[in-house]
């Protein structure tokens, strides 16, 4: 006579092998434990395949000016309408999420890069600390709004132009972080070790150091890139980002903002899908900390 043996909590599930169990159910748990970190990653995903899939998904081109369907409503031919010179709004929306990704990517990377560098020299090469923290201190004491305005305005509008002028102020930003990671960094017993038994400064600062800030580092450079996206969006929709004839969020909103009255959607559509985008980039960076620093997350 045979007895069912009752099904315990950690028993495999049907069709899944007794060795695989303990690999697949942890997986499920850490999604369910970080769902900031799936919803931001997903949705960056939609408007990164959106964006990148522009020259099949927008079929209709975002410069073309059709005088006779200005300021049209949403219709089966022009999904977000048209705006006040007859381009289809929705091609330029999809087309401008280009302009905020490049941004957005490359100013995160670019003053990542540029911080751990400067972070790295102030926080090791004690005589250079001083010099180099003054001058991030001197940028920070301006606004990055205004910092990256003055930059535009003795550059010749471009794409270039405003992804130098956002790096710039979001620099010291890195350098800060990066500086109080290394004065921490530096007085660990293996570095001690390292410089003890003669190993040089670059080798130490490439297999001990950097290695041990890759986390924070990662959350960090995903706030700069939300925070740039956000700036280029304000400084085109102020006239000095890239240029007029380029289709990007800001340039739309700028453009819409005198027929708010008659066609509010020529602003609606770009603002939902930078909100959007910024939204995504922040859920990834909360979640990436959480993920990333399980005792901040068991405080929180």
Same mark, same amino acid.
């Given at each position: 006579?045979t007895?069912?043996l009752?099904?315990?909590?950690?028993?495999?599930?049907?069709?899944?092998?007794?060795?695989d169990?303990?690999?697949?159910?942890?997986r499920?748990h850490?999604?369910?434990?970080?769902?900031?970190?799936?919803?931001?990653?997903l949705l960056?995903i939609?408007i990164?395949?959106?964006s990148i899939?522009?020259?099949?998904?927008?079929?209709?081109?975002?410069q073309?000016?059709d005088?006779?369907?200005?300021?049209?409503?949403?219709?089966?031919?022009?999904?977000?309408?048209?705006?006040?010179l007859?381009?289809?709004?929705?091609?330029r929306?999809?087309?401008?999420?280009?302009?905020?990704?490049?941004?957005?990517?490359?100013?995160?990377?670019?003053?990542?890069?540029?911080?751990? *560098?400067l972070g790295?020299?102030?926080? +090791? #090469?004690?005589? &250079?600390? /001083?010099?180099?923290? =003054?001058?991030?201190?001197? %940028?920070?004491a301006?606004?990055g709004?205004?910092?990256?305005?003055?930059?535009?305005?003795v550059?010749?509008?471009?794409?270039?132009?405003?992804?130098?002028?956002?790096?710039?102020?979001?620099?010291?930003?890195?350098?800060?972080?990066?500086?109080?990671?290394a *004065?921490t960094l530096?007085?660990?017993? +293996? #570095?001690?070790? &390292?410089? /003890?038994v003669?190993? =040089?400064?670059?080798?130490? %600062?490439?297999?001990?150091?950097?290695?041990?800030?890759?986390?924070?580092?990662?959350?960090?450079?995903?706030?700069?890139?939300?925070?740039a996206?956000?700036?280029?969006?304000?400084?085109?929709?102020?006239?000095?980002?890239?240029?007029a004839?380029?289709?990007?969020?800001?340039?739309?909103?700028?453009?819409?903002?005198?027929?708010?009255?008659?066609?509010?959607?020529?602003i609606?559509?770009?603002?939902?899908?930078?909100?959007?985008?910024?939204?995504?980039?922040?859920?990834?960076?909360?979640g990436?900390?959480?993920?990333?620093?399980?005792?901040?997350?068991?405080?929180?």
């Open positions: 006579m007895t069912s009752p099904v315990t909590q950690g028993a495999a599930p049907e069709g899944v092998a007794a060795d169990a303990p690999f697949v159910l942890p499920w850490w999604a369910r434990k970080h769902p900031t970190l799936i919803i931001g990653a960056l939609a990164a395949v959106l899939g522009a020259p099949w998904i927008a079929t209709i081109d975002p073309d000016i005088p006779l369907a200005r300021m049209q409503p949403p219709s089966a031919e022009h999904w977000f309408g048209t705006d006040a007859g381009r289809d709004v929705f091609s929306a999809v087309w401008g999420g280009r302009v905020s990704m490049i941004v957005g990517l490359s100013v995160g990377l670019l003053a990542t890069v540029l911080g751990v *560098l790295l020299t102030a926080g +090791f #090469v004690r005589w &250079a600390d /001083a010099f180099v923290m =003054r001058v991030m201190d001197g %940028l920070m301006i606004p709004i205004l910092l990256a305005i003055a930059l535009m305005a550059t010749q509008a471009s794409l270039t132009a405003v992804i130098v002028a956002i790096t710039i102020p979001e620099v010291p930003r890195v350098v800060r972080l990066v500086r109080s990671l *004065l530096r007085e660990q017993l +293996f #570095v001690e070790a &390292a410089h /003890a003669g190993t =040089r400064l670059p080798v130490i %600062l490439a297999r001990h150091v950097v290695p041990n800030m890759v986390a924070p580092l990662i959350v960090q450079a995903t706030f700069v890139a939300a925070a996206v956000l700036t280029e969006a304000a400084l085109s929709f102020l006239g000095v980002g890239v240029p004839q380029t289709p990007s969020w800001g340039n739309m909103m700028a453009e819409g903002r005198n027929f708010v009255a008659v066609a509010f959607h020529i609606l559509y770009p603002g939902i899908l930078l909100a959007a985008t910024v939204l995504a980039i922040n859920l990834l960076g909360d990436l900390r959480d993920a990333l620093d399980p005792r901040l997350a068991r405080q929180l």
